[in-house]
C-alpha cells in the first residue's frame, strides 16, 4: 500500500509531481494508470502514474490524486522506460514524451474541446447514464465545447470520466477539427419487427400508419428497399439510407420504434475492409533479393541493427514482408516506420493482401478515436502484428516485439523538429527494440552518413543489394546547364529545350512524367521591379510566398495570409512582379505546353485531407494523369510504374544550403527521385537543371556513385569534427526583445564557454532570424563522442539554473535544446 504518487502531467515540467493517494484508491493504482489530478487555478489534467511511495514530502502539503481512470495501467512495460530514455537524451521533459505519445483521446483535460459525433445513435440497451445523457445532450446542442465549460453548464464536478465513456462509445470526439474524414465503426440498420413471411403483422402495421401519412411513407419505403414481397432475398437497410430514400426525419422513425412496428440494430464494421481484397501469398524472391534476406537473418546472429543498402527498384518492400511473416510465424509483433503518411498509403494495399487483419495502421491523418482504437487493440493483446506507421507509432505499447524495419532510414521527416520532443524516430525506434530483445532493419538505397559509417565500423551489420529488381536499369542522368541555357535564350519559362523534348517524348509513348521542386506555392517571392520592395511577413523575418490559387500571399513560417497589394506599397507604381517558381506556377506553366495532358500536384497544399493522398497516388498509379508536379513528397519512396521522366526543375537550393549536412540532403533527394524514373520497360532518364554543373554533388548522382559521395563526404566531416565523429546540441534562445536577446544569449554563451571552452559556437542569428515574433539565437556545442553525454547534459542544466539566479531577463527567454539535430 502506497500513500503518495509521482505524476507525470502533459506540461513542459521537468520532473514529476508529488500526489497523495486517497485511501479508496490504494488497492487499485497502479504504475502507468491514469490519474485526475488538479493543477494550477481550477484546472485539471489527465497524468500518469510513474511511481508510488511512502515518502511524505515535508516542504509542501500535497494535494489529493481526484480520480483513477483505468483499472489497468495504459502502458505496458518497457514504455515508461523509453520515455525516460527519450527525456533524457533529448533534454526533454517526460511531460512533453507523454504529450507526443498519447493520443489526445486518452488525456482528457479541463481545455480539451469536445463534439458530438453527428452519427451516433443512443440504444436502448446501453443503458448511458443519466449523468451520461445530460452532458451528451448539452454537446450535441453546440458546434463543439470544452469540458470546463460543460462543467460550468451542467454543475458536475470532474466530467473526465464521464467524457471518456462517451469516447469510447464514440458518442463525442475529441480536438478533432475536421471530422467529415471518419468513418463509423458501428453501421446502424432499421428492421420490422416481425418475420419475414409474416404478412398478416404486416397487414397489421399499415392499420397502426393509416392515418399518419408519412409514417405510411416511411413503411412502403422500407418494403420496397428492402425486396419485402421478393421473401427470399434479404437485404438489410441502412438506416441513414431509409432516410434519405424516404425524406422522412428520425423523429417519424422514432414514432414506430414505439409504436413497435420497426426497430433498429447495429453491427460493427471493419475500418480498414479494403473493397474486392485479394488475398496473396508471400511474394517470391530473386536471387539477389533471397540472398540478401539470408544475409539479414544471418547477420542477426551477431548484430541487432543491420543496415540493407539497396539500390532504388531493388526490391526491398519484398524482402521485407518475407522477415515479416517469419516474425509473425515466431509469433512477435513488427513495427514497420515509414517517413511519410504518403508512403502508408502505397504500403497498406500491398500488405493488406499479404497479412489481412493482422496489418494495423497508426498516423495522424486517422482520427483520434482511430488511434485509440489501435492503441487499446495493442494493449488488451499482445497477439503478433505489424503496425505499419510514422514517427508516433514508436510510442504504442508493443508487447513481444521482434522486429523494427526502419524504412528510408536517411529521411529527415524522421526526426520531430517542433515542438518538443525533438525526438528522431529512427534512432529511438532501435532504442524500442533493444529494449525488446528485438532486431532492428534499416533499409535505404541512400543509406545517411552516419547509419552508413556505423554499418562499415561494426557498430551494424550492413547486407547490399546492387541489383534492381527484373533487371532495370538505373537511370540515365542528364545535366541541363541553366547558366548557358538562360544565355542562349533558350529556356522556356522554367523549362529547358532538354526537358520539354525528353518529355514530349514520353507522352507520345503514354509513360509518364513527375517534375519535383522543393518550393510549394505559385511563387517564393513578389518584387517591385521599379524600387526592389519586397512583402514580408509582419511577425517573421521572411518574403512571403505568392499562392495564385487563394490570390494571397502567405507566410510559410506563421501562416499568416496577405492580400497582394494593387500598387507597390512603397513607391506606389503597379510594378509588382512575381519571381520564381513555386509547384502550383509549375502545374499551371506545363499545362500550358501540354494543353490536354492531365496534370497532377502533390504538395503540402493539396494532401490537407485525410484521403487526398490515396486519390493523387492512385490517380497516378493508374495513369489517370499523365504529369506530377510535386515538392519532396514525390521523392520519398513511392512507386509508379509508368514513369520514364523525373525532372529536377533546379537543384540549387538544396546544394547551396548553408548547413554540414546540406551535400547529404542533396545527394539523397537527387538520387531518390531519379530512382522514381525507369520502373519496368525501359529506361528511365532524368534531366537535372543547375546552375552548377560542375559541383562534386550532381557528379555522384550522374554516375549513380554512393561510394564515392561517402568517401568524399565521410573526409570532410572528420576534418571539420561533425557527426558521426562528434555530437551536435543545438542550443536556441528566443526573445522578444532583440537587445535583450542579444545580451542574454551572449551572457549565457559565456558562461557555458567557462565549462565547454572552444566547444560552444556562436551565439548567431539563423538564417531565419524572426518567428512569429520571437527573435531567435542560436548556439552549437559540439562534443567529442568520448565525453559523456550524461554529464555534458547535467552541465547544461546547471548552468541553465545559474543564469536563472543572476539574469532575470533569462525567465523571459525561451531556451530549448535540439539534440542530433538534422
Ligand atoms: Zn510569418
Ligand atoms: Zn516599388
Known sequence: MFSFAEIILPLPLYGTYTYHVPEELNAKIKIGCRVLVQFGQKKYYTGIVYTLHNNKPEDFVTKDIEDLLDDYPILRYPQLKLWDWISDYYLCSLGDVFKAAIPAGLKIESETEVRINPDFEVMQDENLKERELIVLDFVSSRDSVKIIDIEKATGFKNLATIVMRLIEQEAVFVNEKVINNYKPKIEVYVALCCDRGDETSVHSYFDLVRAYKKQETLLLTYLEMSHWMRKSDTKEILKKDLLSRSGITQQVLSTMIKKGIMRIYKKEIN??????????????????????????????????????????????????????????????????????????????????????????????????????????????????????????????????????????????????????????????????????????????????????????????????????????????????????????????????????????????????????????????????????????????????????????????????????????????????????????????????????TPILRMDLDTTRNKNSYEKIIEDFSKGTSKILVGTQMVTKGLDFAGVKVVGVLNADSMINFPDFRSHERAFNMLEQVSGRAGRKDGRGVVVIQTSNPNHPVINYVLNHDYAGYYNNEIEEREYFKYPPFTKLINIYLKHRDDNVLTEVSVRYSNMLREVFGYRVLGPEAPMIARIQQLHIRQIVLKIENEASMLKVKKILRQVYENIIKVDSRMKSTILYYDVDPM
Open 271 to 596: 475500418r480498414f475492409k479494403l473493397a474486392s481484397m485479394e488475398i496473396e501469398t508471400l511474394p517470391t524472391l530473386s536471387e539477389s533479393q533471397q540472398k540478401a534476406y539470408w544475409d539479414i537473418l544471418d547477420s542477426y546472429k551477431e548484430k541487432n541493427i543491420t543496415l540493407l543498402h539497396g539500390v532504388t527498384s531493388s526490391g526491398k518492400t519484398e524482402i521485407y514482408i518475407n522477415l515479416i511473416s517469419e516474425m509473425l510465424r515466431q509469433k512477435k509483433q513488427i513495427l514497420y516506420l515509414v517517413p511519410e503518411i504518403a508512403l502508408t498509403t502505397q504500403l497498406t494495399y500491398r500488405l493488406k493482401r499479404v497479412f489481412g487483419e493482422m496489418l494495423l495502421i497508426y498516423h495522424s491523418k486517422f482520427s483520434d478515436n482511430e488511434r485509440v482504437d489501435i492503441w487499446k487493440k495493442l494493449l488488451k493483446n499482445g497477439s503478433p502484428c505489424i503496425v505499419l506507421g510514422v514517427r508516433s507509432s514508436v510510442f504504442l505499447p508493443f508487447n513481444n516485439l521482434g522486429l523494427v524495419i526502419v524504412d528510408e532510414e536517411h529521411e529527415t521527416s524522421f526526426k520531430q523538429q517542433d515542438p518538443s520532443p525533438r525526438y528522431n524516430a529512427r534512432n529511438v525506434a532501435m532504442v524500442l527494440a533493444s529494449m525488446h530483445g528485438a532486431k532492428t532493419l534499416l533499409g535505404t538505397a541512400t543509406p545517411s552518413i552516419d547509419s552508413y559509417y556505423n554499418a562499415t565500423h561494426g557498430k551494424y551489420a550492413l547486407v547490399e543489394l546492387n541489383e534492381r529488381y527484373e533487371g532495370i536499369e538505373l537511370p540515365e542522368v542528364r545535366v541541363v546547364d541553366l547558366k548557358l541555357a538562360r544565355k542562349r535564350r533558350e529556356m522556356k519559362g522554367i523549362f529547358s529545350p532538354e526537358l520539354l523534348n525528353v518529355s514530349r517524348k514520353a507522352l507520345e509513348e503514354d509513360k509518364q512524367v513527375i517534375l519535383f521542386q522543393n518550393r510549394r506555392g505559385y511563387a517564393p517571392m513578389v518584387m517591385c521591379k521599379e524600387c526592389a520592395w519586397v512583402p514580408k511577413c509582419d511577425n517573421c523575418d521572411v518574403s512571403l510566398t505568392y499562392h495564385k490559387y487563394t490570390n494571397t500571399l502567405i507566410c510559410h513560417y506563421c501562416g499568416f495570409t496577405y492580400q497582394l497589394p494593387q500598387l507597390c506599397p512603397s513607391c506606389k507604381q503597379p510594378t509588382l512582379e512575381i519571381e520564381g517558381y513555386g509547384t502550383e506556377r509549375i502545374e499551371d506553366d506545363i499545362e500550358t505546353v501540354f494543353p490536354d
